[in-house]
């Protein structure tokens, strides 16, 4: 269990509807077709026909999700021009998108773990060959299990939590 500190451990005291992270983080990416955006982004995938293609959805819904990532900041579109072709856009992950990947990363994990009968994926560090995984560490280095990890306000000059 995450423990909540300072103001924040009177859980009657305030409420997180509106100011949570992961309220706003879901916000942006809550749908299945973003988050599969993402991780067609993170293989490579740049070009909008392809997005919907490998995403399984329609021309209309990969339009929509596409500008809502743009919109977000996650993906920036990018001209580009085929030989004897019109100019289109392609579409490639900003450093915020980047960003985001470990929480796409962890879903996989997670699935993989949870949910494959056949979890025959692994992520993998390509370096050496070690199967690679996500944990949150602290800045000193150390990794946190759930049972050691906190959540503080920290540097807040309003007077209530987020």
Known sequence: MTVLQGPLADRSAWSAVGRCPIEKTMALVG????MLIMREAYYGTTRFDDFAKRVGITKAAASARLSELVEAGLLTKRP?????????DEYVLTEAGTELMPVVWAMFEWGRKHL?????????HLGC????GVEI???AGHPVPPDELGIQLAGRTRDHPS
């Open 137 to 139: 560490v602290c800045a």
């Open 31 to 34: 749908t299945k077709s973003a």
């Open 116 to 124: 494959d009968d056949d979890a025959a994926l692994r992520l993998t």
């Open 80 to 88: 580009y021009r085929e030989p004897g072709q019109r100019a289109r």
């Open 129 to 132: 060959g070690a199967q690679a």
